[in-house]
């Protein structure tokens, strides 16, 4: 495949930036890649692993000349870097994001986004537990979405240009509203790792149960939530901040619904829970079926050594 | 291993009884294997896949002369079976189960144990999401803890027995009182069922999301819910019908913690959700340091195909 852009800035090198890298220089994608990040350590590790071409310590210095600019930190970092970037950004340049939630980031960002740059915010549903310049793999978009929320009036030719970017790291390309994306978004990830998070911290609280008993049962089911849960801090909590009218409505929805769960387990009612316990099947067969998980049993997590 | 058991009965073979009866075949635990199966289609299953050397239709055939009996089906079918096989148990057989809860089964089955023979209630803590004759494989047990729950003045040279069983299936064995089973359960299994059973119900009912967004942007987060869903509802049923003041009792303290996370939400309270987040990441590295669950990111998911 051809060099798509000429120079991209990755500003923040984290897990999503550096698997970013990785798929650019797989996919030649990238003529060359500059990186911002705010720790000394990380600009150390991005410059020892060959993530970038060149490393700043500033956002501004990272930008300069880029012809795709790629937000890749905590949402809640984003306006103060769309401030300190503006000036820097060449005319022409697409200036895009992979936030968890789409409406507070228009909401952040798009005042300060010069006349001439194309600002197409996007958020590839990718990810793993882990965090860091060192946690990245050039696979990670690899028949995942990428959802782009392009303003009205947004350039076509450029919506265009950076869905071809995604398709070249292996996604798949979807465009919605702002509005939308983060509706969807709240049920499909942001409750699952609120209440993933949230049981683990019932559990560590428990007095007539050790964390040790825990751990060592854990194979019942909670372990499966506690990966989630070990997701990277700082980017939930400016998730949950920057989303809360629709993770507050579904949290609603949740617990109406577990309410319900509850009254039948406290009156008997086995018919309601087989009922519900029934539906669920079809959507992991759904799920299967769109490749977006593994087949195999228990992930495939399969048969420990003997 | 020599033979340790002369005779097996599985009564019940589902997922756990057929990966108990290729563990049996593969470490040589028993000199023959019956089986009991309610539907005539899981019991030519059976015969056909050489599971057991001989299929009932009847509980009572099954355990005739056997040594070990290993009810393995719900537990909400405990009773009706422990009054059915009670007249056919050889003295100085071992009668064990391997459901998810103990304090009923005791309540259920206690009664009906004939003198002579050693009841010990048993729960492996393995599984996966799949169902039925087929879905058993002989690795299911390694490394996984097998509880057992034996009443007072049980005889210890028949729980020293069947612990020499569990770990011939490639278990680690523990002790403990049926209550505090139940209690240990509640919180690391049969929670963590309900909540995924939840949350693919309320995605299911959404009308302002369909049910093939749901599906495609699953890997947000949602996909690993669905996998624990879609575990057998008949059992699920049971269980929750069968330990409902501990479910009842971690329910509580699980929704108190959600609505404390909702009112930091709610007020834009970082610091809180910060603090809650930071705490599971300890949890998850005990858990894979116990070897409960893989290191690998993604639970090893890894990468799809090109």
């Known amino acids: 495949m051809s060099v798509q852009f000429r120079r991209v800035a990755l500003i923040g090198i984290g897990l999503i930036g550096s698997s970013l890298a990785h798929a650019m220089r797989r996919k030649e994608l990238a003529g060359e890649i500059t990186g911002f990040a705010r720790s000394e350590a990380t600009r150390a590790k991005a410059r020892d692993m060959g993530l970038v071409d060149a490393v700043f310590p500033s956002p501004g210095g990272a930008v300069e000349d880029a ?26 340049a697409i200036l895009t994001d992979v936030g968890s939630v789409k409406g507070a980031v228009v909401r952040d960002v798009e005042g300060h986004v010069p006349p001439g740059v194309h600002f197409i915010p996007g958020h590839p549903i990718a990810g793993t537990e882990q965090s860091g310049p060192e946690s990245g793999f050039a696979e990670l978009f690899i028949n ?82 506690t990966r989630i849960a070990a997701s990277d801090p700082t980017m939930w909590r400016d998730v ?13 929805r949740f617990s109406e619904d577990l309410s319900a769960l509850q009254r039948a387990i406290r009156w008997g009612d086995g018919d309601t829970l087989f009922n519900i316990f029934s539906r669920s099947r079809q959507i992991r067969r759904g799920i299967i079926a769109a490749g977006q998980d593994t087949a195999a049993p228990d992930f495939g997590r399969g048969v420990p050594k003997p």
Chains 1, 2 share one sequence.
């Open 67 to 92: 012809d795709l600019v790629i937000l890749c930190s905590p949402v809640g970092t984003y306006a103060a870097l769309a401030a300190e970037i503006a000036p820097a950004l060449k005319p022409g």
């Open 240 to 252: 949950f901040l920057n989303n809360k009218d629709a993770v507050l409505e579904m949290l609603g």
């Open 144 to 225: 995942r979405w990428c959802i782009l929320t392009p303003l009205p009036g947004a350039d076509t030719q450029a919506v265009e240009k950076l869905s071809e970017f995604w398709r070249g790291c292996g996604s798949n390309v979807e465009i919605m509203t702002p509005e939308h994306h983060d509706l969807v978004l709240a049920i499909t990830s942001h409750l699952p790792h609120l209440i993933a998070y949230n049981i683990v911290s019932t559990a560590a609280d428990l007095e007539e149960v050790t964390s040790s008993e825990v751990i060592k049962y854990s194979a019942g089911g909670f372990r499966d939530f």
